[in-house]
């Protein structure tokens, strides 16, 4: 038990370095231009494009895009498989504690298996359990606004940085 507290301690890492100003003002408004213009098209079609998931998801496509969890395919993919495990679950136990557990620790594993983990898409079938979504969720605002987001990563990306975006699809 003792071995167990003292690993909460840590190894006593540092913190990892600051990022320069200038990728944190780029990160910035890559969010701000991806979310506006996700939310701006849903105003727009008077649609739902916008998924609370989606701002996470902009963290790590505009603040971290050389990751695996950033790649395109892990976005729309990752977003596109957890909803549907979450309304699946939903449509089969009913909206219990116990089947919103089940749906997101599924969904981490068939993301896993697909090769297309996205953390912020961890949190859609909490997302589907609380809003009693219906089958229409996963097309909007899941499918189009993912893919509208990674719409503007890629071009943002390869017009702001020297780097190539995506890094695999």
């Given amino acids: 038990m003792l071995m167990f507290f003292k690993k909460l301690i840590g190894d006593g890492a540092e913190l990892p370095a600051k990022p320069p100003f200038k990728l944190v003002a780029l990160a910035w408004l890559g969010g701000v231009l991806a979310i506006a213009a996700v939310a701006g098209l849903g105003n ?20 971290y895009p050389d990751v695996p969890f950033s790649q395109p395919r892990n976005v729309v993919a990752g977003h596109f498989v957890s909803s549907l495990v979450g309304l699946i679950f939903l449509a ?6 116990w089947a919103v557990a089940l749906a ?6 068939v993301m896993m298996l697909t090769r ?9 079938p909490v997302i589907v359990f609380l809003g009693q979504q219906t089958w229409g969720f996963l097309w909007y605002p899941t499918l189009v ?3 509208l987001l ?12 020297d780097a190539k975006y995506p890094k695999y699809w």
């Fill in 116 to 124: 297309t983990v996205h953390p912020p898409a961890g949190s859609n």
């Fill in 44 to 63: 727009w079609l008077s649609l739902s494009l916008v998924l609370g998931s989606f701002g996470a998801s902009c963290v790590l496509v505009f603040g």
């Fill in 145 to 147: 606004g993912a893919l």
């Fill in 92 to 97: 089969i136990f009913g909206p219990y504690w």
């Fill in 104 to 109: 997101v620790g599924t969904s981490i594993a």
């Fill in 150 to 161: 990674v719409t503007v990563a890629l071009l943002y990306n390869n017009v702001t940085r």
